[in-house]
């Protein structure tokens, strides 16, 4: 995993997490990277300074990037544990719930990049995932 520091062309910047340069370049050029702030998928690289831990940092329980990503998976199964899987319904029942045509519920799915800035000019909180989701029909 890598992350990359990032800005849309609002100059609003954000961290995010790829599987490495290639897959941060591929989901870029199918607008699936967007800014947390204003929806915009004109995303890019900001300037990064180099993370470079001190020894007696690190010897003092910091931890390495590979359990920060396994704590963040375990913060995110957990906060989905309680949450019901909507599939591409997403923006649908999220819309539904903000209306009050449905109940309010914790809720996770799909959004196409449209869906979810239409959801956030309309004022209802939605954010992405840090981590893919297997949908319950494509589990083993």
Known sequence: MIVFDLQCEKAHGFEAWFASSTAFESQCEAGQVICPFCGSAKIGKAVMAPRIAAKASMSRGSMTPAEAMTKLATMQTE?????????????????????????????????????????????????????????????N
């Open 79 to 139: 906060l989905l544990k309680d949450s019901k899987w909507v599939g591409s319904a997403f923006a649908e029942k999220a819309r539904a719930m903000a209306d009050g045509d449905a109940a309010p519920a914790t809720i996770h799915g799909t959004a196409t990049p449209k869906e979810a800035i239409a959801l956030r000019e309309e004022g209802i909180s939605a954010l992405p995932l840090p981590f893919p989701v297997i949908p319950p029909e494509k589990r």
